[in-house]
């Protein structure tokens, strides 16, 4: 069993940052893939950034390439998103989830339970 508790949303302007952090419990958070997930009202779960279990593969939606940086930290068992140059766009509920690496959310199994990122213009 693997428990995520996503933290670090809140409302930001247009242009600024956010860093979300999503802690997990579990002795074997190491082993999964971790990423992260968006939901807006009325609009379907989509992938955003995914991260193996050694950091060593990465890939983001071409939505926030260049934006925005996914990362890990095992030992803390935690997974980080660095979001910069915010757009009102990127306004959703994030989720972090774990399971197989992939941009389908159908591969994690573990999911937290949301962090809302409000971005105005």
């Known amino acids: 069993q693997v428990q995520l508790v996503e933290s670090g949303g809140g409302l930001v302007q247009a242009g600024g940052s956010l860093r979300l952090s999503c802690a997990a419990s579990?002795?074997?958070?190491?082993?999964?893939?971790l990423a992260w997930f968006r939901q807006a009202p009325g609009k379907e779960r989509e992938f955003v950034a995914v991260?193996?279990?050694?950091?060593?593969?990465?890939d983001y939606a071409d939505s926030v390439k260049g934006r925005f940086t996914i990362s890990r930290e095992n030992a803390k068992n935690t997974l980080y998103l660095q979001m910069n140059s915010l757009k009102p766009e990127d306004t959703a509920g994030y989720y972090c989830?774990?399971?197989?690496?992939?941009?389908?959310?159908?591969?994690?199994?573990?999911w937290g339970q949301g962090t809302q990122v409000t971005v105005s213009s």
């Open positions: 579990g002795r074997t958070f190491s082993t999964y893939a």
């Open positions: 991260i193996n279990w050694s950091g060593s593969r990465i």
């Open positions: 989830a774990a399971g197989a690496w992939g941009t389908d959310q159908y591969k994690y199994n573990y």
